[in-house]
């Protein structure tokens, strides 16, 4: 197929050309690939600026994404690529191989810059979803920093480079420019550009903005990146949310309040923590869901309210012709889902390997079950249908997002429609309004566990 650039495509193609050291913040579904392998073949072939280019990316991208958009457009079909994936053997053997670009899942990061040491051979790094490397104190950050020197470009992509807040753009510009804009230490940014907040036992839990700093934060990292929304650069159908609500049973409801009740009463008195917020919210969550892992790792049905209301939204779907992409948490949950659509006589695979994704686009499957963390960025499920349905949620804005766009992506058709199960009365509420908030979501984690411990408690005293 040729390829035709969009103005906009034009524009990236132009500026990592021209800038060494760039970030891309494109939103999802404008092109980032295609824009990189056109920069690539120019700067390999036509100005013999680059040599050995390393793609980093996450695992699922990394398997088939990259090969199968360069074998898409004529232009690129010509770069050869060698993807260091699974075994250390294999990863070996690949690395040896003659190509122009060499892939790897983010995971091996640490563990290629320890094989190469101090022969560190790519001059290019493209960074698939940078944003992954947003924590300073992930050893794939501080390995990849260690070489930066050594690499004469570099490219990150992303469609979400802040997701939960300013804080995360540290490591990633660093990456780029060594601390050159926003300092060359994390505590000297955060010092600079956030305001401490309360503090409990020593421990600073939160950060807030002060007044300012994302205007100065901006205007410092601009002339080295770029960024832009889809809404701006494309015409893609509605994308739809419809929440159905899930009435527990008499039986269920009263489950899961006295083991709500129960976790909550065991908790101490002294005020709640990130840590035991996140451990709560983990396990009413699963509850809310219709099961719970023991001490054991053993799994515990508590009620199938949830299952039942899944089940009758996909009798619907499958009715009118209509695939789903469901989305799950916990294995117990895929387990279950598993064993509930195998009655059905539908089409069911759980999104493991590139051919899934294609046997998904051709609409050879009718539910297609995954984790967003596995799955939520750079795959192509567009062509596969409309319909997303969140039988698990999570708090992570980013995954949340990064994976409702698997399908409302361009080259959707349809209006896309994103189902979310929600439990009444339940921890799921707390998940749908924290996800409305977009940000400042670990705080308002701890506030809404703080209410409902605090009810629990009061109704207990009372």
């Not at 539910?367 to 949620?393: C, D, E, K, M, R």
């Not at 929600?422 to 979501?441: H, N, P, Q, W």
Request: some cysteine; hydrophobic content about 40%.
């Amino acid at each position: 197929m040729e390829y035709t650039p969009h103005e906009y495509q034009r524009h990236c193609i132009n500026r990592i050309i021209d800038t060494p050291r760039l970030g891309l913040f494109l939103d999802m579904g404008l092109g980032k690939t295609s824009i990189v392998l056109s920069a690539v073949k120019e700067l390999k072939y036509n100005r013999f600026a680059v040599s050995k280019v390393l793609v980093i990316a996450p695992k699922k991208v990394a398997e088939g994404t990259w090969s199968k958009e360069k074998d898409k457009w004529d232009h690129t079909r010509c770069l050869r690529i060698s993807r260091a994936l699974g075994s250390e053997k294999k990863r070996i053997r690949a690395l040896y191989e003659t190509a122009d670009i060499y892939i790897i899942n983010r995971e091996n990061v640490v563990w290629l810059v320890d094989f190469y040491k101090n022969d560190w051979p790519f001059d290019m790094v493209v960074i698939d979803e940078s944003s992954s490397f947003k924590s300073h104190k992930a050893k794939r950050f501080k390995a990849l920093s260690a070489m930066a020197p050594r690499i004469k470009r570099i490219v990150e992509l992303t469609g979400t480079p802040s997701p939960n807040g300013l804080a995360d753009l540290w490591a990633q510009l660093y990456l780029l420019d060594e601390g050159a804009r926003l300092g060359t230490r994390y505590a000297g940014f955060r010092e600079r550009y956030f305001d401490a907040g309360p503090r409990h036992n020593g421990i600073v839990y939160k950060y807030s903005v002060k007044q300012g700093s994302e205007e100065a934060i901006l205007s410092a990292i601009s002339d080295i990146c770029v960024s832009m929304k889809a809404s701006d650069y494309l015409e893609l159908p509605d994308c739809i949310m419809h929440e159905i609500p899930v009435e527990l049973d008499p039986k269920a409801a009263k489950a899961y309040r006295e083991l709500e009740r129960e976790m909550v009463l065991e908790l101490p008195d002294d005020e709640v923590t990130v840590t035991s917020a996140a451990a709560l919210s983990n396990k009413l969550l699963q509850l809310g869901n219709g099961a719970i892992y023991g001490e054991d790792h053993s799994i515990h049905e508590v009620h199938g309210c949830k299952i039942e209301a899944f089940m009758e939204l996909i009798e619907s779907l499958s009715a009118s012709g209509k695939s789903a992409l469901v989305f799950y948490n916990y294995q117990h949950d895929r387990e279950r889902l598993q064993k509930a659509l195998a009655k059905t006589g539908l089409v069911v695979r759980e999104l493991k390997t590139t051919e899934d994704e294609d046997d998904w686009n051709a609409g050879k499957i009718d539910i297609l079950l995954t984790h967003p963390a596995s799955s939520a960025y750079g795959l192509n499920l567009q062509q596969g249908g409309n319909h997303v349905v969140w039988f698990g949620l999570n708090w992570n804005y980013e995954l949340y997002t990064q994976a409702n766009k698997r399908l409302h992506r361009q080259g959707q058709t349809e209006k896309v429609i994103i189902h979310h199960l929600v439990c009444e009365g339940t921890r799921d509420e707390d998940v749908m309004a924290a996800l409305a908030r977009k940000d400042d979501v670990q705080q308002f984690v701890m506030d809404s566990l703080k209410a409902r411990i605090k009810r629990i408690k009061e109704a207990q005293n009372g």
